[in-house]
């Protein structure tokens, strides 16, 4: 990944800026503004006025307003919300008006950020140049075996023709392979489930370790996209807890990520 703009607070995946009409950010526990401040974008884990002015700060750094914005209250599910001309700044000053029960936003509006945040869970961007729409995918361990990327994906191409051939995914930081310990009751139906190669889990005694980005991966293969478009970041939110939000290391403050097609 990136930095934006030279600035190491704020990240961007590297597959994406071939595309100048996109904006992508994926934000860190550091302020932008260099001072060294928390920088939580999720309304629990600090005070609401805190993360407003973070949010705010997180506009102006990234270069969107805050009437742009779209965000959801994520549920571990994966119910696709597409976002229409209108629907913009969506729980951007409270989280009653993101929205609500979904974990899945799709637009093919320009001016349009879709938002997902994360603390371990793994976010998923999307874009499909072809159709110039967009996703933004909140997928932990119960949206990666639901398969909430291949619905993102699949909204694409149902509401806006997108071809998977074209599709561009890019699988965020998120906990590691090493670091995602489940027991043997939680990993069984991911070790069930042929859709899921034995690459992506490791059997430790009587535990096992998931590799979620690793699945969304294959899921994402196997609906159509080509490897070479998909960019999976090596960055674990646990492993670099002093530059992001790890529920696991208890963490209740959230990081986000976010994607805009531009027109202008
Ligand atoms: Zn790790």
Redesign the pocket.
């Known amino acids: 990944m990136l930095t934006f703009d030279n600035n190491p607070a704020i990240l961007q995946f590297n597959i994406l800026q071939r595309y100048p009409e996109v904006i992508d950010f994926v934000t860190t526990r550091q302020h932008p503004d260099g001072s060294g401040a928390d920088f939580n974008i999720g309304y629990k884990g600090g005070s609401h006025d805190d993360c407003v002015n973070n949010r705010l700060a997180l506009c102006n750094a990234v270069g969107l307003g805050p009437e742009w914005m779209v965000f959801q209250n994520q549920v571990h599910g994966c119910n696709v919300h597409i976002v229409r001309k209108g629907d913009k700044a969506w729980g951007f000053y409270d989280k009653e008006s993101a929205v609500q029960d979904n974990d899945v936003l799709v637009t093919n509006e320009p001016n349009t950020c879709l938002i997902t945040r994360s603390a371990d869970c793994i976010p998923v961007l999307l874009y499909s140049p072809d159709t110039k729409s967009c996703a933004a995918v909140h997928s932990g361990r119960e949206g990666t075996y639901l398969g909430a990327a291949v619905e993102g994906a699949k909204a694409l191409k149902a509401n806006f023709g997108a071809d998977y051939a074209q599709m561009i995914a890019c699988i965020g930081p998120g906990?590691?392979?090493?670091?995602?310990e489940v027991d043997c009751n939680c990993a069984a139906k991911f070790m069930e489930d042929n859709r899921f190669p034995s690459d992506t889990y490791t059997v430790k005694g009587d535990k096992v370790y998931l590799d979620l980005k690793r699945m969304i991966f294959y899921d994402l293969l196997t609906l159509g996209l080509v490897a070479t478009n998909i960019e999976i970041s090596d960055i674990?939110?646990?492993?670099?807890n002093d530059k992001f939000y790890s529920a696991r290391s208890g963490d209740t403050q959230r990081f986000c990520a976010g994607i805009c097609i531009r027109d202008y």
Not at 236 to 240: E, F, G, L, M, V
């Open positions: 906990i590691c392979k090493d670091c995602y674990c939110t646990k492993c670099a």
